[in-house]
């Protein structure tokens, strides 16, 4: 194959893991670190959302994890973007909902009633409370 056709070839395909690299790589760290935190709580893994939260909630996310524990939980149309700065902190903002079942009875937990607080500690982003 001529060199010059074999770029051609191959261009279209370039690009478009360009294109992919770019989206995937446009979430702001404290809009990930909330994704995180929230795969975290429903997956039921202490240890992630312990590394996952700041060290003055961390005892506050595993007590939310707690209330987890007797429950099937699942994340629906989770997407986190970060809202703004205030003291200090990130504010983040997140859609979808945690659809909590027992014994055939789901309770859902709309996320965008809550602004989740975000801090970088030990170099890593962090959550750290919502209201």
Avoid at 18 to 24: E, F, H, K, N
Wanted: proline content about 3%.
């Amino acid at each position: 194959m001529n060199p010059q056709r074999a770029v051609l070839h191959f261009l279209p395909i370039l690009l478009f893991g360009l294109l992919l690299s770019g989206c995937s790589q446009g979430k702001d760290p404290s809009a990930q670190a909330a994704e995180a935190y929230l795969k975290a709580l429903v997956a039921k893994d202490a240890d992630q959302l312990s590394s996952l939260s700041c060290a003055a909630w961390e005892p506050d996310a595993l007590l939310e994890l707690d209330s987890f524990q007797a429950v099937e939980a699942a994340l629906e149309g989770l997407d986190c973007q970060k809202a703004g700065d205030s003291e200090g902190q990130a504010e983040v903002l997140c859609q979808g909902k945690i659809v909590a079942t027992y014994n055939q009875e789901k309770t859902e937990i709309d996320l965008s009633r809550r602004t989740y607080q975000v801090v970088e500690e030990g170099g890593e982003q962090r959550v750290c409370g919502y209201r």
